[in-house]
Nanobody, 121 residues
Framework: QVQLVESGGGSGQPGGSLGLSCPAPGGLFSINAMAWYRQAPGKQRELVATINNGGPTIYGDSVKGRFAISRDNGKKTVYLQMNSLKPEDTAAYYC???????????????WGQGTQVTVSS
């Protein structure tokens, strides 16, 4: 079973910045797309940003120009830099990684357990 553990997050002020990271475990055959989602209380989970291996990055409309997703393939880690924070960015943030554990394994998406981000003054 693949476990993803997000780190970072916590509390920030409007206009401030926070960063998240999510490393994938070692020993995997391949890692494809890496993404961040978020879910606020009473709302559906929504895409924040996704980055494909060698492909384009895609951002949700609400975070374009403020958030930046990146990945370090050597460290098997996806990052989310959140700038110009707004109270409406308050949510639980989840990493999502599509990977193969072995060469014969299907490409499967795994979720982290989530980390809370709270933006308030």
């Amino acid at each position: 079973q693949v476990q993803l553990v997000e780190s970072g997050g916590g509390s920030g002020q409007p206009g401030g910045s926070l960063g998240l990271s999510c490393p994938a475990p070692g020993g995997l055959f391949s890692i494809n797309a890496m993404a961040w989602y978020r879910q606020a209380p009473g709302k559906q989970r929504e895409l924040v940003a996704t980055i494909n291996n060698g492909g384009p990055t895609i951002y949700g409309d609400s975070v374009k120009g403020r958030f930046a997703i990146s990945r370090d393939n050597g460290k098997k880690t996806v990052y989310l830099q959140m700038n110009s924070l707004k109270p409406e960015d308050t949510a639980a943030y989840y990493c999502n990684v599509r990977l193969q554990t072995r060469s014969w394994s299907p490409l499967t998406a795994y979720w982290g357990q989530g980390t809370q981000v709270t933006v308030s003054s």
